[in-house]
Protein backbone atom coordinates (compact mmCIF):
# COMPACT_ATOMS: atom_id res chain seq x y z
CA UNK A 1 0.00 0.00 0.00
CA UNK A 2 1.41 3.59 -0.71
CA UNK A 3 1.56 6.55 1.18
CA UNK A 4 -0.93 8.89 -0.25
CA UNK A 5 0.00 11.69 -2.06
CA UNK A 6 0.37 15.40 -0.24
CA UNK A 7 2.10 18.22 -1.38
CA UNK A 8 5.58 19.01 0.06
CA UNK A 9 4.78 22.59 1.06
CA UNK A 10 2.31 25.07 0.93
CA UNK A 11 1.85 28.73 2.84
CA UNK A 12 0.06 31.67 3.49
CA UNK A 13 -0.07 35.28 5.12
CA UNK A 14 -1.65 35.41 8.60
CA UNK A 15 -5.62 35.61 7.83
CA UNK A 16 -5.40 33.77 4.71
CA UNK A 17 -6.78 30.20 3.66
CA UNK A 18 -4.55 27.42 3.18
CA UNK A 19 -5.62 23.89 1.35
CA UNK A 20 -3.58 20.73 1.34
CA UNK A 21 -4.58 18.18 -0.86
CA UNK A 22 -4.52 14.37 -0.29
CA UNK A 23 -4.25 12.17 -3.13
CA UNK A 24 -5.09 8.42 -2.78
CA UNK A 25 -6.88 5.68 -4.97
CA UNK A 26 -10.06 4.24 -4.79
CA UNK A 27 -8.81 1.64 -2.22
CA UNK A 28 -8.37 4.05 0.46
CA UNK A 29 -9.27 7.48 0.00
CA UNK A 30 -12.18 6.76 -2.58
CA UNK A 31 -13.44 4.12 -0.83
CA UNK A 32 -14.14 5.09 2.63
CA UNK A 33 -15.14 7.94 4.44
CA UNK A 34 -12.40 7.60 7.05
CA UNK A 35 -10.05 10.33 6.31
CA UNK A 36 -8.27 12.13 9.24
CA UNK A 37 -5.70 14.52 9.35
CA UNK A 38 -3.17 15.27 11.76
CA UNK A 39 -0.77 17.80 12.76
CA UNK A 40 2.29 17.93 14.25
CA UNK A 41 4.67 20.89 15.92
CA UNK A 42 8.25 20.21 15.25
CA UNK A 43 9.32 17.66 18.38
CA UNK A 44 5.99 17.01 19.38
CA UNK A 45 3.42 14.23 18.66
CA UNK A 46 0.98 14.87 16.09
CA UNK A 47 -2.67 16.01 17.19
CA UNK A 48 -5.88 14.78 15.52
CA UNK A 49 -7.48 17.75 13.91
CA UNK A 50 -10.15 16.32 11.49
CA UNK A 51 -11.86 12.71 11.77
CA UNK A 52 -14.23 11.15 9.10
CA UNK A 53 -13.27 13.81 6.42
CA UNK A 54 -15.12 16.64 8.20
CA UNK A 55 -15.21 16.27 12.24
CA UNK A 56 -13.93 18.53 14.13
CA UNK A 57 -12.45 16.86 17.43
CA UNK A 58 -13.32 19.16 20.85
CA UNK A 59 -11.00 21.81 20.97
CA UNK A 60 -9.67 22.14 17.81
CA UNK A 61 -10.56 25.47 16.15
CA UNK A 62 -13.25 26.23 13.26
CA UNK A 63 -10.63 27.69 11.22
CA UNK A 64 -10.15 24.07 9.99
CA UNK A 65 -12.31 22.17 7.67
CA UNK A 66 -11.91 19.31 5.68
CA UNK A 67 -13.78 17.81 2.78
CA UNK A 68 -13.70 14.60 -0.21
CA UNK A 69 -13.87 14.39 -3.49
CA UNK A 70 -13.01 11.29 -4.84
CA UNK A 71 -9.85 10.12 -4.66
CA UNK A 72 -8.63 12.85 -3.14
CA UNK A 73 -9.51 14.84 0.52
CA UNK A 74 -8.29 18.30 1.39
CA UNK A 75 -7.56 20.36 4.95
CA UNK A 76 -8.53 24.40 4.99
CA UNK A 77 -7.04 26.30 7.10
CA UNK A 78 -8.66 29.53 6.95
CA UNK A 79 -7.90 32.76 8.78
CA UNK A 80 -4.49 31.81 8.91
CA UNK A 81 -2.12 32.54 12.21
CA UNK A 82 1.34 32.05 13.66
CA UNK A 83 0.80 28.50 15.62
CA UNK A 84 -0.58 26.91 12.40
CA UNK A 85 2.85 26.89 10.86
CA UNK A 86 3.34 22.98 11.17
CA UNK A 87 3.54 19.39 9.39
CA UNK A 88 0.31 18.19 8.84
CA UNK A 89 -0.37 14.48 7.22
CA UNK A 90 -3.84 12.86 6.23
CA UNK A 91 -4.49 9.31 6.61
CA UNK A 92 -6.96 6.95 5.32
CA UNK A 93 -8.89 3.59 5.91
CA UNK A 94 -7.49 1.46 3.25
CA UNK A 95 -9.23 -2.06 3.80
CA UNK A 96 -6.23 -4.62 4.14
CA UNK A 97 -3.83 -2.47 5.11
CA UNK A 98 -5.44 -0.88 6.86
CA UNK A 99 -3.99 2.45 7.70
CA UNK A 100 -1.97 4.77 4.96
CA UNK A 101 -0.51 8.27 5.88
CA UNK A 102 0.05 10.59 3.64
CA UNK A 103 3.58 12.32 2.50
CA UNK A 104 3.11 15.15 4.87
CA UNK A 105 3.09 18.78 3.78
CA UNK A 106 4.82 21.66 5.79
CA UNK A 107 2.65 24.52 6.57
CA UNK A 108 4.67 27.87 6.70
CA UNK A 109 2.82 30.98 7.70
CA UNK A 110 4.52 34.03 5.86
CA UNK B 1 -5.78 14.97 32.27
CA UNK B 2 -5.74 12.11 29.71
CA UNK B 3 -2.24 10.85 28.96
CA UNK B 4 0.01 8.14 27.24
CA UNK B 5 3.52 7.59 28.30
CA UNK B 6 5.35 5.12 26.26
CA UNK B 7 8.53 3.41 27.60
CA UNK B 8 11.01 0.47 26.37
CA UNK B 9 12.64 2.10 23.81
CA UNK B 10 16.45 2.18 23.32
CA UNK B 11 19.45 1.08 21.06
CA UNK B 12 19.56 -2.37 19.74
CA UNK B 13 21.16 -4.55 17.90
CA UNK B 14 19.99 -6.17 13.73
CA UNK B 15 18.19 -9.44 15.11
CA UNK B 16 17.74 -8.61 18.54
CA UNK B 17 14.66 -7.76 20.40
CA UNK B 18 12.45 -5.14 22.17
CA UNK B 19 9.66 -4.92 24.18
CA UNK B 20 7.44 -1.14 24.38
CA UNK B 21 5.21 -0.11 26.97
CA UNK B 22 2.45 2.06 26.75
CA UNK B 23 0.74 3.41 30.41
CA UNK B 24 -2.19 5.24 30.21
CA UNK B 25 -4.64 7.18 32.37
CA UNK B 26 -7.05 9.72 32.26
CA UNK B 27 -9.94 7.65 30.27
CA UNK B 28 -11.84 4.08 30.35
CA UNK B 29 -9.12 2.11 28.11
CA UNK B 30 -10.87 -0.74 27.55
CA UNK B 31 -13.41 1.22 26.03
CA UNK B 32 -11.29 1.59 22.97
CA UNK B 33 -9.25 0.08 20.49
CA UNK B 34 -5.19 0.92 21.10
CA UNK B 35 -2.21 1.61 18.31
CA UNK B 36 1.39 1.86 17.46
CA UNK B 37 2.27 4.65 14.95
CA UNK B 38 6.18 5.15 14.14
CA UNK B 39 8.32 7.91 12.66
CA UNK B 40 11.85 7.17 11.31
CA UNK B 41 14.22 10.17 11.72
CA UNK B 42 13.13 12.83 9.78
CA UNK B 43 10.02 10.76 8.00
CA UNK B 44 6.28 10.53 7.54
CA UNK B 45 4.22 8.42 9.73
CA UNK B 46 3.63 4.91 9.41
CA UNK B 47 0.85 2.71 10.84
CA UNK B 48 2.27 -0.23 12.70
CA UNK B 49 -0.41 -2.33 14.67
CA UNK B 50 -3.79 -2.08 16.25
CA UNK B 51 -5.53 -3.86 18.36
CA UNK B 52 -9.71 -3.45 19.78
CA UNK B 53 -10.79 -2.87 23.22
CA UNK B 54 -10.67 -6.57 24.13
CA UNK B 55 -8.11 -7.95 22.18
CA UNK B 56 -10.09 -9.78 19.86
CA UNK B 57 -8.86 -7.97 16.55
CA UNK B 58 -5.57 -7.06 15.63
CA UNK B 59 -3.98 -6.30 12.87
CA UNK B 60 0.02 -5.59 11.61
CA UNK B 61 1.42 -3.26 8.78
CA UNK B 62 2.81 -5.62 5.98
CA UNK B 63 6.26 -4.54 7.22
CA UNK B 64 6.18 -6.02 10.19
CA UNK B 65 3.65 -8.94 10.22
CA UNK B 66 5.24 -11.98 11.74
CA UNK B 67 8.27 -9.78 13.97
CA UNK B 68 6.11 -7.71 15.74
CA UNK B 69 3.18 -8.55 18.54
CA UNK B 70 0.81 -6.27 20.33
CA UNK B 71 -1.07 -6.67 23.52
CA UNK B 72 -2.82 -5.04 25.85
CA UNK B 73 -3.45 -5.40 29.21
CA UNK B 74 -6.56 -4.29 30.33
CA UNK B 75 -5.83 -4.16 34.54
CA UNK B 76 -3.11 -2.10 34.41
CA UNK B 77 -4.07 -0.03 31.66
CA UNK B 78 -1.24 -0.89 29.50
CA UNK B 79 -0.27 -1.59 25.81
CA UNK B 80 3.14 -3.11 24.79
CA UNK B 81 4.87 -3.82 21.42
CA UNK B 82 7.12 -7.11 21.30
CA UNK B 83 9.53 -6.41 18.45
CA UNK B 84 11.39 -9.45 17.72
CA UNK B 85 14.25 -9.84 14.65
CA UNK B 86 14.99 -6.07 14.54
CA UNK B 87 15.95 -4.62 11.08
CA UNK B 88 17.63 -1.25 10.73
CA UNK B 89 14.71 0.15 9.15
CA UNK B 90 12.43 -0.15 12.08
CA UNK B 91 14.62 2.60 13.90
CA UNK B 92 11.99 5.64 14.33
CA UNK B 93 9.80 7.02 16.84
CA UNK B 94 7.44 5.10 18.39
CA UNK B 95 4.14 6.33 19.45
CA UNK B 96 1.34 4.61 21.22
CA UNK B 97 -2.55 6.48 20.28
CA UNK B 98 -5.27 5.93 20.88
CA UNK B 99 -8.38 4.68 19.01
CA UNK B 100 -11.76 7.25 18.99
CA UNK B 101 -13.31 3.44 18.70
CA UNK B 102 -13.74 0.64 20.27
CA UNK B 103 -12.84 -1.06 17.21
CA UNK B 104 -9.13 -0.70 15.64
CA UNK B 105 -10.77 -0.95 12.26
CA UNK B 106 -12.49 2.45 10.54
CA UNK B 107 -11.10 5.04 13.31
CA UNK B 108 -8.74 8.16 14.27
CA UNK B 109 -5.92 8.22 16.40
CA UNK B 110 -7.11 11.06 18.97
CA UNK B 111 -4.80 10.65 21.26
CA UNK B 112 -0.85 10.63 21.17
CA UNK B 113 2.20 9.95 23.67
CA UNK B 114 5.54 11.58 23.34
CA UNK B 115 6.96 8.77 21.85
CA UNK B 116 10.05 6.48 22.88
CA UNK B 117 12.99 5.88 20.15
CA UNK B 118 14.33 2.62 19.12
CA UNK B 119 17.32 2.65 17.36
CA UNK B 120 18.24 -0.78 15.77
CA UNK B 121 22.06 -0.34 14.49
CA UNK B 122 25.26 -2.65 15.28
Known amino acids: QSALTQPPSASGSPGQSVTISCTGTSSDVGGYNYVSWYQQHPGKAPKLMIYEVSKRPSGVPDRFSGSKSGNTASLTVSGLQAEDEADYYCSSYAGSTPYVFGTGTKVTVL | EVQLVESGGGLVQPGRSLRLSCAASGFTFDDYAMHWVRQAPGKGLEWVSG????????GYADSVKGRFTISRDNAKNSLYLQMNSLRAEDTALYYCAKGNSGSYLFGAFDIWGQGTMVTVSS
Open chain 2, 51 to 58: ISWNSGSI
